[in-house]
């Protein structure tokens, strides 16, 4: 059945505007999200492997070798079924750097510009044969519908202006949905469905030559079995294997195009960062590919019965026009437009990517306008590109002339792909790989194919020289693709690898090798210091590469990702945003115009503590890699884990504090005593931490002590807190941290409080009947002359009874004031204020408050302290000490017992002995006087708190207690208190 032109052309148009109608709806969300995003579209999408040579080129190898034509569909399959070893090492690192091409991944991994521009100039020059292939396959296809006479010889004029405007309207579907985000980190949804849309159609059309061929020209199973009886020679050439090298090099050709060939690069990791897809594909995959491989057999036998004169890659149209069928031919038709428009697309707009990251932008830097943002301009680059890159395939498809088969086509692309293998393996696997290694080893195997297999294209005949070469190396003789595909590859991967043993890499190149070839041994990050310490500033730096829009627009959208604020300054955070920068401007401009900008504009600050881990960043890693681990690995996770529960969950605050003042740690603890979450600080400089802990711990850190008592706390809008600081030093062969400890004791010095209040209250009820007595006289004389003022008229007599009523008033108001300032004598709640005290008249205060306790054991006090001398203390708090000291003494001793205070001076010390001839206390029970609660006295009579608050007393005065007993050592009696404390004088302050 012959077809018109503008039939043929009809056709064209309605299956490109059916791609362009399932590309807009999906990207408009009109096709819901859970079809756009199901697997089976990521799956389907990489049906884009089966181009124009599984629509048509494969049954010519059907024809030729029998079931050896699987091979093409087994090299891939092979990749997907074991995807450990190149596929998911390369998604993890497309996914974490933003990588898009194999340009990037190489230029990222072997840190040069120069690699990336001839990456990308030889795999331009590599996929024009590819592209060719698809144009001639359509444009073939076009002629034979179109009535071209069979007979005429195939190589002949044909119409070169259809092709070209097949070429027109797949470049504006390129452009229109290929360039739809300038960045690849977004997946473009319009521009994938509709390449599984295509793999749809494509299995549709060949699933109909298969019922064609099968019930149309066979009449059914049964009449294709009974013609391969009565064929035997059929059945023989199916079995016969590829002789020599053939098949294994056909399976490593095909092989190594599942990850070198750009269009299936691009669709399996610049459109996909989720590894559940890609696991999906490892049986998926395989799955459409066997269905898809399934009319290949049939529609070969098909052709083969019929005896058509056309090529067997065009025997789907032969079948068609053989049955004088429309449908049929159409579906054919259908089959080869769908697989090579797609094969179009995607490996355009991936080359186009690769041009302009690693050919325009590294030697033609953009024109930075405010008002205008770069994206708009690398939209308009890519486009050009893309239609560039269509362009010179046409031009190469109208140099040949039509002189090769698809096959042929194929395998010229595919081989010389092929020699980007070693670099690909090399990345993950091989540290020591450097870039002068890669480029003279691909040098070295481009050269051989370009003159063992590009040139014979225009020439049409094989290079005899170079054929009897590869026979003597070989030791066979084998076909020249195939002695050119293992030829060359070793060439390539023997200068590779003895030129990188030879030369030496660059520090970058030691670094990232490092980083992407233990990425499943996670590597170890260090911490660094960097030049900038906001994200504004980052924008300002970045806007002298990027324009103040594009600039502010890229550091919004790294810190939307990591969820931080834009006024974060934590060293950590910053370092972070740099690495999430860099690879977002890597998905934009391409690794090596992305690495270039971070380190002109944004480096790291040379100098110290460049190469200390960052603990923080490893452990959100290895939280985050867990399910990874197993055996040996496994179990040091779990004891890593369970040693930070244990840190974390302490009842004690501990922080961790790196050399320059990073925090490290931060546990629960101390998130309970400052009310400040991890989250928050992790990462941070010490002095960034809140007020008041921030100058508190950082304060601490300086200081020359390891150890701080009672540390208060003053907090804006609750009550005080009170600390104890610990800090030590932990130093190991890189780097050197600080582990602070805080010990929340706010609780004990509320209860001390307490029970120092309760103590005066009890001795005050102890005083409370000397005090009445105390009060009783006065009152009774001020009574009496009061009732004598009454008949006194002398007023001599009047004023002396007057003057002895405010002796009597005095007297009254000395004792109520000794009780009410014993009462409140310095709260431990309010800060211990130390100023110059009297230290006689303190001695006497506490002498006269303990005379009016009237059923206390009468003793003489004598104080022989310096009426002058002066101690550093807190005078109402000596008060305290005084009491209590004084008071155990009376009870210690009989009746008309002596209690001597004396002072001495010696240096900036001063001494001060209370010193008694009582019962003494017994050795076994002076380590213990001091403790809370525990007494020698009978039950009842005393608390067991008085020794205890003097200790706490003098220690928070900075001062010292001793202890000695018996004094005495004939007499066995007698007990010494030495207090300690330093000397102190009136400054300019005071008036004497």
């Given at each position: 059945m012959i077809f018109s032109l503008s039939q043929i052309l009809l056709v064209i148009i309605a299956y490109l505007t059916g791609l362009f109608a399932v590309a807009y709806l999906a990207d408009r969300g009109i096709i819901p999200k859970r079809i756009t995003h199901h697997p089976a579209v990521y799956v389907l999408s990489l049906g884009v492997f089966a181009g124009a040579m599984a629509s048509n080129g494969v049954i010519a190898m059907a024809h030729q070798f029998g079931y050896n034509f699987l091979l093409y569909y087994l090299g891939v399959v092979l990749m997907f079924v074991l995807p450990l070893v190149l596929l998911m090492p390369l998604l993890r690192l497309c996914r974490v750097y933003q990588l898009a091409s194999l340009a990037d991944v190489l230029t990222f991994r072997f840190r040069s510009p120069w690699v990336g521009s001839a990456v990308t100039v030889?795999?331009?020059?590599?996929?024009?044969?590819?592209?060719?292939?698809?144009?001639?396959?359509?444009?073939?296809?076009?002629?034979?519908?179109?009535?071209?006479?069979?007979?005429?010889?195939?190589?002949?004029?044909?119409?070169?202006?259809?092709?070209?405007?097949?070429?027109?309207?797949?470049?504006?579907?390129s452009i229109l949905f290929g360039t739809r985000h300038v960045s690849s980190q977004h997946r473009n949804t319009g521009l994938v469905t509709a390449i599984a849309f295509e793999s749809l159609v494509k299995l549709s059309a060949m699933l109909i030559l298969f019922f064609a061929?099968?019930?149309?020209?066979?009449?059914?199973?049964?009449?294709?079995?009974?013609?391969?009886?009565?064929?035997?020679?059929?059945?023989?050439?199916?079995?016969?294997?590829?002789?020599?090298?053939?098949?294994?090099?056909?399976?490593?050709?095909?092989?190594?195009?599942?990850?070198?060939?750009?269009?299936?690069?691009?669709?399996?990791?610049a459109e996909n960062n989720d590894s559940r897809g890609l696991r999906i594909a490892t049986w998926g995959l395989p799955l459409y590919l066997l269905l898809l491989s399934l009319p290949i057999l049939p529609v070969t036998w098909a052709g083969v019965k019929l005896g058509?004169?056309?090529?067997?890659?065009?025997?789907?149209?032969?079948?068609?026009?053989?049955?004088?069928?429309?449908?049929?031919?159409?579906?054919?038709?259908?089959?080869?437009?769908?697989?090579?428009?797609?094969?179009?697309?995607?490996?355009?707009?991936?080359?186009?990517?690769?041009?302009?990251?690693?050919?325009?932008?590294?030697?033609?830097?953009?024109?930075i306008n405010r008002r205008q943002d770069i994206y708009v301009q690398l939209k308009w680059l890519r486009r050009g590109l893309i239609t560039i890159l269509i362009l010179a395939g046409y031009i190469f498809f109208t140099t040949l002339n039509g002189r090769q088969s698809l096959s042929q086509l194929a395998l010229v692309a595919f081989i010389g792909t092929l020699q980007f293998l070693p670099g690909i393996i090399a990345t993950p696997y091989w540290p020591r790989a450097n870039r002068t290694g890669l480029l003279v080893g691909l040098s070295g195997g481009l050269g051989i194919w370009f003159f063992s297999m590009l040139l014979p294209l225009f020439g049409g005949q094989n290079p005899e020289l170079l054929t009897s070469?590869?026979?003597?190396?070989?030791?066979?003789?084998?076909?020249?693709?195939t002695a050119t595909a293992l030829v060359s590859l070793g060439i390539n991967t023997a200068l590779f690898i003895v030129i990188s043993l030879v030369t030496r890499r660059s520090s970058d190149e030691e670094k990232i090798a490092a980083e992407i070839c233990s990425m499943d041994d996670l590597a170890r990050p260090t911490r660094r210091i960097l030049s900038v310490y906001s994200p504004a500033a980052f924008s300002q730096r970045l806007a002298l590469s990027l324009g103040e829009n594009t600039a502010k627009s890229e550091v919004e959208r790294a810190l939307s990702e990591l969820q931080f604020s834009s006024s974060e300054t934590r060293p950590y955070a910053l370092r972070r945003l740099r690495a999430r920068l860099e690879a977002n401007l890597s998905g934009l401009l391409g690794p090596a115009v992305a690495h270039r900008i971070i380190e002109g504009r944004i480096p790291f600050l040379p100098g110290a503590h460049t190469d200390t881990e960052d603990i923080h960043l490893m452990e959100r890693t290895l939280d985050q890699t867990k399910p990874h681990f197993t055996g040996l690995a496994a179990d040091l996770d779990n004891l890593r884990r369970h040693h930070r529960e244990t840190l974390d969950k302490l009842p004690i605050g501990a922080c961790s504090i790196s050399a320059d003042g990073e925090l490290l740690m931060w546990n629960q603890s101390m998130q309970r005593i400052t009310g400040i979450a991890p989250t928050d600080v992790l990462g941070s400089l010490l002095g960034n931490i809140p007020h008041p802990w921030g100058s508190i711990l950082e304060g601490f850190l300086r200081g020359d002590t390891e150890t701080v008592i009672k540390k208060e706390v003053a907090m804006e809008n609750s009550p005080s807190r009170w600390v104890d600081l610990h800090k030590t030093l932990i130093k190991d062969n890189h780097d050197s941290n600080t582990v602070i400890m805080v010990e929340d004791i706010t609780d004990i010095e509320l209860l001390e409080e307490e029970l120092l209040q309760n103590e005066r209250l009890a001795s005050i009820g102890r005083l409370a009947a000397g005090v009445a007595h105390e009060i009783g006289n006065p009152v009774t004389g001020i009574a009496c002359l009061a009732q004598n003022l009454e008949y006194e008229s002398d007023p001599k007599?009047?004023?002396?009874?007057?003057?002895?009523?405010?002796?009597?008033?005095?007297?009254?108001?000395?004792?109520?004031?000794?009780?009410?300032?014993?009462?409140?004598?310095?709260?431990?709640?309010?800060?211990?204020?130390?100023?110059?005290?009297?230290?006689?008249?303190?001695?006497?205060e506490a002498i006269h408050l303990l005379a009016l306790d009237r059923e206390a054991t009468p003793v003489q006090f004598d104080n022989q302290c310096d009426r002058e001398l002066l101690v550093l203390a807190d005078s109402q708090r000596l008060l305290q000490v005084f009491i209590n000291l004084l008071g155990n003494a009376r009870d210690a001793c009989d009746n008309n017992g002596e209690v001597h205070i004396r002072a001495s001076t010696g240096g900036d010390q001063v001494?001060?002995?209370?010193?008694?001839?009582?019962?003494?206390?017994?050795?076994?029970?002076?380590?213990?006087?001091?403790?809370?609660?525990?007494?020698?006295?009978?039950?009842?009579?005393?608390t067991g708190l008085g020794l205890a608050l003097v200790f706490s007393i003098m220690d928070d005065m900075n001062g010292k207690v001793h202890l000695t007993s018996p004094v005495s050592q004939d007499a066995q009696c007698g007990t010494r208190v030495t207090l300690s404390l330093s000397s102190a004088c009136y400054g300019p302050g005071y008036e004497m």
């Open positions: 030889a795999m331009c020059i590599t996929l024009l044969p590819l592209l060719a292939l698809q144009i001639q396959a359509v444009s073939e296809s076009i002629h034979i519908l179109a009535g071209d006479s069979a007979t005429e010889s195939f190589g002949g004029n044909r119409n070169n202006l259809l092709a070209f405007l097949f070429c027109v309207i797949i470049t504006v579907f061929a099968v019930y149309a020209v066979f009449g059914g199973i049964a009449g294709l079995e009974q013609w391969l009886l009565e064929n035997p020679q059929m059945s023989n050439q199916l079995a016969q294997p590829i002789q020599g090298d053939d098949a294994r090099a056909l399976l490593l050709i095909f092989f190594a195009g599942a990850v070198c060939m750009p269009h299936i690069f691009h669709m399996a990791f058509h004169e056309l090529p067997m890659d065009y025997t789907g149209l032969a079948i068609g026009m053989a049955l004088q069928s429309g449908a049929i031919s159409t579906a054919a038709f259908v089959a080869g437009l769908s697989a090579s428009s797609a094969t179009i697309i995607i490996t355009t707009l991936a080359l186009s990517n690769m041009c302009l990251n690693h050919l325009v932008l590294p030697f033609r830097p953009l024109q070469l590869y026979s003597k190396v070989l030791g066979h003789n084998d076909k020249l693709s007599e009047i004023r002396i009874m007057a003057q002895d009523i405010l002796k009597q008033t005095s007297r009254v108001t000395r004792i109520v004031e000794s009780l009410m300032n014993f009462s409140h004598a310095g709260s431990s709640l309010e800060k211990t204020k130390l100023a110059p005290a009297n230290l006689a008249d303190c001695v006497d001494q001060i002995d209370v010193e008694d001839n009582g019962s003494g206390i017994p050795q076994a029970l002076q380590a213990q006087v001091f403790e809370p609660f525990f007494t020698t006295k009978d039950p009842g009579v005393g």
